[in-house]
């Protein structure tokens, strides 16, 4: 089992970058895939971004790719990820996620660990 903790969020205005952190425990976060969610209210919960465990291979949801880089420090047992260009639409609760399977995925019903989460706020 593996506990996943986000830090990072904050309130920003339109055009900033942030650098969310998900720092794992328990078991070694090179075991697993890792992937970031999003979820605004009333919205239902959004891909964004996931690295697979080498962090050779990442993936992007169509929303943030091009402002968006995840990677991983397996050394540090955290995966990172910048948010550039941020847009009021980017404002959202955003999770990390974990995956045994060995393939990176876009679907949050393939992940089995889920941090709480740290908001994200952009301002216009």
């Known amino acids: 089992q593996v506990q996943l903790v986000e830090s990072g969020g904050g309130l920003v205005q339109a055009g900033a970058s942030l650098r969310l952190s998900c720092a794992a425990s328990?078991?070694?976060?090179?075991?697993?895939?890792i992937g970031w969610f999003r979820q605004a209210p009333g919205k239902e919960r959004e891909f964004v971004a996931a690295?697979?465990?080498?962090?050779?291979?990442?993936v992007y949801g169509d929303a943030v790719k091009g402002r968006a880089t995840i990677s991983r420090d397996n050394a540090k047992n955290t995966v990172y990820l910048q948010m550039n260009s941020l847009k009021p639409e980017d404002t959202a609760v955003y999770y990390c996620?974990?995956?045994?399977?060995?393939?990176?995925?876009?679907?949050?019903?393939?992940?089995?660990?889920w941090g709480q989460g740290t908001q994200v706020t952009v301002s216009s």
């Open positions: 328990g078991r070694t976060s090179s075991n697993y895939v």
């Open positions: 690295i697979n465990r080498s962090g050779v291979l990442t």
């Open positions: 996620a974990a995956a045994a399977g060995g393939a990176t995925s876009r679907y949050n019903n393939y992940y089995d660990y």
